[in-house]
Nanobody
Framework: QVQLVESGGGLVQAGGSLRLSCAAS????????MAWIRQAPGKEREFVAA????????YYADSVKGRFTISRDNAKSTAYLQMDSLKPEDTAVYYC????????????????????WGQGTQVTVSS
């Protein structure tokens, strides 16, 4: 079992930046690929980014490529999502998730590949 707690959400103007954190506890952090998934009101969940245990391989949705950066600090059992050049359409609840899959050649990027989820943190981008 892995417990995940997100933090760092808030209200920011368009063009601004936020950094989300996901603190993990429980099982060995390096056993898991970490991901960020978001859901806006009235919309389906959208897979945002993922990073395998070593940090070597990452995945980004086209909608965030070049603006968001996912990273992890295995010594702190924490994953991060640096969000720059934020747009109003980035407004959503952002969830951290952990899953056992992931290799150098394949980074899991569908919701059902992740078994543990946090409670989410709200990100609101004003225009």
């Amino acid at each position: 079992q892995v417990q995940l707690v997100e933090s760092g959400g808030g209200l920011v103007q368009a063009g601004g930046s936020l950094r989300l954190s996901c603190a993990a506890s429980g099982r060995t952090f390096t056993s898991y690929t970490m991901a960020w998934i978001r859901q806006a009101p009235g919309k389906e969940r959208e897979f945002v980014a993922a990073i395998i245990w070593s940090g070597i391989s990452t995945y980004y949705a086209d909608s965030v490529k070049g603006r968001f950066t996912i990273s992890r600090d295995n010594a702190k059992s924490t994953a991060y999502l640096q969000m720059d050049s934020l747009k109003p359409e980035d407004t959503a609840v952002y969830y951290c998730a952990a899953g056992r899959g992931g290799t150098y050649y394949y980074v899991p990027h569908t919701h059902d590949e992740y078994e543990f989820w946090g409670q989410g943190t709200q990100v609101t981008v004003s225009s």
